[in-house]
């Protein structure tokens, strides 16, 4: 098959996909069904200019300020207080969820074996396999050179 590409910038969301054409198109596809979803998360990190209702704004305040509360917890803490110590899977997920509300965007495998390296957590013996059982079980989602947690992979932790 044809390599294919393809790229569109619709306000803050951003596509870029390249590959085999019905990779292209099963990824665009996911896309594009979650454009209501990511306009939404979009629209809560947008600059204070734009005007939202007041309840909207202070939810978004709270849920804001939760996850700020939760990133400033240094790993071994954030795992154990989210019973994810044990379990590979879980320990590899729940340190992309911290790395992810620290603010990284796209997270590579060697980030996640690093926060746990200098956590002095416990190591993971095959984090590549662990990122695949992940994006098995819909809770990450692998984009470009590295991968992000998915909404449903949050939950899973939080």
């Known amino acids: 098959m044809a390599n294919a590409r393809i ?11 390249e590959g085999e054409q019905d990779w292209v198109t099963e990824q665009l596809d996911k896309v594009l069904k979650r454009i209501p979803e990511l306009a939404t998360e979009s629209i809560k990190t947008a600059p204070k200019a734009i005007s939202q209702p007041a309840t909207t704004t202070r939810s978004t305040q709270n849920t804001t300020q939760n996850n700020e509360q939760l990133a ?4 071994s803490t954030f795992l154990r207080k989210r019973d994810a ?5 879980r320990r590899f997920l729940g340190t992309a969820v911290w ?9 590579k495998t060697k980030e996640v074996t690093d926060a746990l390296r200098a956590a002095r957590q416990v190591k993971i013996t095959n984090p590549s396999h ?3 059982q992940n994006i098995s079980q819909g809770y990450c989602q692998k984009e470009g050179q590295g991968f992000y947690v998915t909404p449903q992979g949050v939950e899973n932790i939080l």
């Open 85 to 89: 110590i044990d379990k590979q899977r």
């Open 130 to 132: 662990q990122l695949n």
């Open 99 to 107: 790395l992810q509300l620290r603010g990284q965007q796209l997270i």
């Open 7 to 17: 790229e569109f910038k619709i306000g803050n969301i951003e596509f870029v996909g």
């Open 72 to 75: 400033k917890e240094n790993l």
